[in-house]
């Protein structure tokens, strides 16, 4: 028996009004990893657990995993992109960073000396350079200059032969992090309490502020977003608040990424693939990364299937429920029609949204008005409708088209094929 229709749409008419009214409560969740919140549409897992006090982070060619240890005497570790141990350097003093050069070879930012580990597997190494005070971090920029940072605040630069200029290449209120800034060519560096600055160092070694973190949070890495889901904002580690932050590069502006850490480092992207967060206190590596849903595909009739893109009307769409698709569960206010969005009523604001079955399949379907703006973007001899349910899963789907010229109307004939399945 089909079931009350007058209800049925009372029910959803309601449920897209109180969607549009309101907004989640929160934008972070409960990830796979206890304690650790992460925004929405992203995951966290324990890569490796178990280590010393891991604080460094860099990737080499393979990808696999170069870590650092914040204490007194201890190894670099390399990991494999699963967490697996695959090799240790020598011992070194408070060899807190690490990254890799153009070669390959791995730099080793210890307490007062620049190591080159040439293979982890035969634990050869070499000293590049020495005489500094208490190293905090290590980065490879343009053209294979190595900086150091130091936790007077100091940057120096190094060169391949292990040469160190004369004057500090930049100096900043407190050591941090540092981390290439691809933007720009120059550096991405952060400083401890009581500045807590995220600054943007040019390749002539100019400092800008790009934005203040709250007092004594102890921004302890900054690094620019690997693309993709991540954007391209610039994400920072909160040591004494246990958070990671984006952060607007023009603006400054800043917003919660994730949370429940115990003393979160150092970062470092997997491209658009994830980011890698040491949690030093807990001795263990978080990788973070996107959830993709796969999109549900929706069929859909547009009527007439003979158009004409700049008429300045209302083009009707019928999407189709099924099994996959509860057409309750859409938001609307998201889908788009190669350029076209949903029409809204004149007085009410309300969205050109209407339920019934079309078919006999008694699921039930959405008429949708979008709006002929003149603004089509499609191409071809089809028109795709894209958008997401009211959980963001995102939904597709495709209808055969002709464009009819300005002027033109469609025949009669050209009104679509039939509303049943």
């Known amino acids: 028996m089909r079931p009350n229709r007058t209800i049925q749409f009372a029910l959803l008419s309601l449920i897209i009004t109180l969607a549009t009214l309101s907004q989640v409560a929160s934008d972070t969740h409960e990830s796979s990893v206890p304690g650790i919140e992460v925004l929405d549409g992203f995951d966290a897992e324990v890569v490796s657990e178990g280590l010393w006090a891991p604080f460094g982070l860099a990737l080499d060619a393979d990808n696999s995993i170069l870590v650092g240890s914040n204490c007194e005497m201890c190894p670099a570790l390399r990991l494999s992109h699963d967490g697996l141990l695959t090799g240790a350097s020598n011992w070194i003093v408070d060899p807190d960073g690490v990254a890799v050069d153009s070669s390959g070879t791995v730099l080793v930012a210890g307490d007062q000396t620049v190591t080159l580990m040439n293979s982890f597997a035969s634990g050869v190494d070499q000293t590049l350079a020495d005489g500094f005070s208490n ?76 934005a203040a973190m709250p007092a004594f949070s102890n921004p302890a890495d900054a690094a620019q977003g690997g693309g993709g889901h991540f954007g391209d904002s610039i994400y920072v580690t909160l040591l004494n608040t246990g958070e990671i932050v984006t952060v607007d590069r023009e603006s400054g502006d800043s917003s919660l990424f994730a949370r429940g850490f115990s003393t979160p480092a150092r970062l470092v992207f997997e491209g658009e693939h994830g980011v890698l967060v040491s949690d030093l206190t807990a001795g263990r590596i978080i990788r973070i990364f996107p959830v993709v849903t796969e999109s549900i595909q929706a069929q859909i009739d547009i009527r007439p299937s003979c158009i004409n893109p700049k008429g300045h009307g209302s083009l009707p769409v019928v999407i189709f429920g099924s099994p996959d698709l509860d057409v309750g569960a859409i938001d609307f206010a998201s889908l788009d029609l190669e350029g076209f969005s949903v029409k809204a009523r004149p007085r009410s604001g309300g969205l050109m949204v209407h339920f019934e079955f079309v078919n006999d399949d008694d699921l039930l379907d959405a008429l949708v008005q979008f709006e002929d703006n003149g603004h089509w973007t499609g191409t071809g001899g089809t028109a795709t409708l894209t958008g997401m349910l009211l959980d963001e899963t ?28």
């Open 394 to 421: 995102p939904i597709e789907g495709t209808d055969s088209i002709c464009i009819v010229p300005h002027g033109v109307k469609p025949s009669p004939q050209s009104r679509g094929r039939s509303a049943s399945r």
């Open 135 to 210: 190293l905090n971090d290590i980065v490879v920029g343009n053209g294979g200059a190595i900086f150091v940072y130091d936790s007077n605040g100091e940057i120096w630069q190094i060169s391949s032969a292990g040469d160190v200029g004369s004057a500090p290449f930049a100096i900043t209120a407190s050591g941090g992090g540092i981390s290439h800034d691809p933007l720009t060519g120059g550096l991405l560096v952060t400083t401890g309490p009581p500045s807590d600055l995220v600054l943007a160092i040019s390749p002539g070694g100019t400092a800008t502020e790009i």
